[in-house]
């Protein structure tokens, strides 16, 4: 069965970080393009970046780009978003997946507050 699920997130303080971890199963995540989105409550999806096949080669969105780091773990299947300096825009919640496969995450939640 081809799946991903999200996990790291969490309540954090504005300025702080968080590590999220994409593990994918019934597929060999490093030959396909992995990316991460958002969704905040009553907004639409927002594409945050991805990881190119065989390669670390990333794309981001300019809303993170020198904030977020996407990375890949080869040996676990697994895909990372290291987030730093985050804001209370931040909170939402985060899936990753691959739109060649047409296969999303559950998701993980993020909340930025004091």
């Known amino acids: 069965q081809v799946q991903v699920v999200e996990s790291g997130g969490g309540l954090v303080q504005p300025g702080g970080s968080l590590r999220l971890t994409c593990v994918a199963s019934g597929f060999s995540a490093s030959e396909y393009h992995m990316a991460w989105n958002r969704q905040a409550p009553g907004q639409e999806p927002e594409f945050l970046g991805s990881i190119f096949p065989n390669s670390q080669r990333v794309g981001y969105a300019d809303s993170v780009k020198g904030r977020f780091t996407i990375s890949r773990d080869n040996d676990n299947n697994s895909v990372h978003l290291q987030m730093n300096d985050l804001k209370p825009e931040d909170t939402a919640k985060y899936h990753c997946?691959?739109?060649?496969?047409?296969?999303w995450g559950p998701g993980t939640q993020v909340t930025v507050s004091s």
């Open positions: 997946g691959s739109a060649r496969l047409g296969v």
